[in-house]
């Protein structure tokens, strides 16, 4: 059973509008979240993370929103550019379980429309 | 330089053959890890190691074998390769705050005939 869920395996958005990439989770001892950005022939690169006591974390063009009692998180990239089209995995931890590792939604292919 | 580089980029292989994949990294990092990617799916832990004497399975070790064989140096073994381990191999690191995030090389393409 999948833990960490990206529903959509694709998202196309136009230059300059804003991009929302969604992920729902079902462990509630999930208490990290992060997202990590990918493209092709290249490893996965960490974009931005929230700790499950806050519900926003900002970054430049890049904002993660995080509601604890729907087990949802989001992604929201404003204004979204060409160099931005990629995969985008969300991933979860648990930070005291006993696997150290990430637990990884499916992806969601982001395509930036000029 | 890379600082986390992996050995092979790309492999092809048949079935039965024994095959290693390598990982380096440069950033002094306690904690190493493999997953495995299968298209339209997303990374899957194989094993992990928080050091040199520690290593653990994730939630797919069946069919694969690990050594560290320093902190720096992180491999992977499928003793018997099989068709269904085809698939884009990831090695990352990470500090030993579990609030950190890891680090991936570029990935290894294997392909098992």
């Known amino acids: 059973d999948q833990q960490v869920k990206q529903n959509s395996p694709s998202l196309s958005v136009q230059e300059g509008r804003i991009s929302i990439l969604n992920c729902d989770y079902t462990?509630?001892?999930?208490?990290?979240f992060l997202w990590y950005k990918k493209y092709p022939a290249e490893g996965p690169t960490f974009l931005i993370s929230?700790?499950?006591?806050?519900d926003k974390n900002e970054d430049g063009r890049f904002t993660v929103f995080l509601n604890k009692s729907a087990k949802h998180l989001s992604l929201h990239i404003v204004p979204s550019q060409p160099g931005d089209s990629a995969v985008y995995f969300c991933?979860?931890?648990?930070?005291?379980?006993?696997?150290?590792?990430?637990?990884f939604g499916k992806g969601t292919h982001l395509i930036i429309q000029p | 330089d890379a600082d986390v580089t992996q050995t092979p980029r790309n492999r092809i292989t048949k079935t039965g053959k024994r095959i290693m994949l390598e990982c380096s990294q440069t950033?002094?990092?306690?904690?190493m890890y493999w997953y495995r990617q299968d298209p339209g799916l997303g990374l899957q832990l194989i094993y992990y190691?928080?050091?040199?004497?520690?290593?653990n399975k994730g939630e797919i070790s069946d069919g694969y074998s690990v050594s560290r064989q320093a902190q720096a140096k992180f491999s992977l073994s499928l003793e018997s390769a099989i068709p269904n381990q085809t698939a884009l191999y990831f090695c990352?690191?990470?500090?030993?705050?579990?609030?950190?995030?890891?680090?991936f090389g570029p990935g290894t393409r294997l392909t098992v005939l």
């Open positions: 990352a690191t990470s500090s030993s705050d579990p609030y950190n995030e890891q680090f």
């Open positions: 462990n509630s001892m999930f208490d990290y």
């Open positions: 929230i700790s499950s006591i806050k």
């Open positions: 991933a979860a931890l648990n930070s005291g379980g006993g696997a150290d590792g990430l637990t």
């Open positions: 950033k002094g990092h306690d904690r």
């Open positions: 190691s928080f050091d040199v004497k520690d290593i």
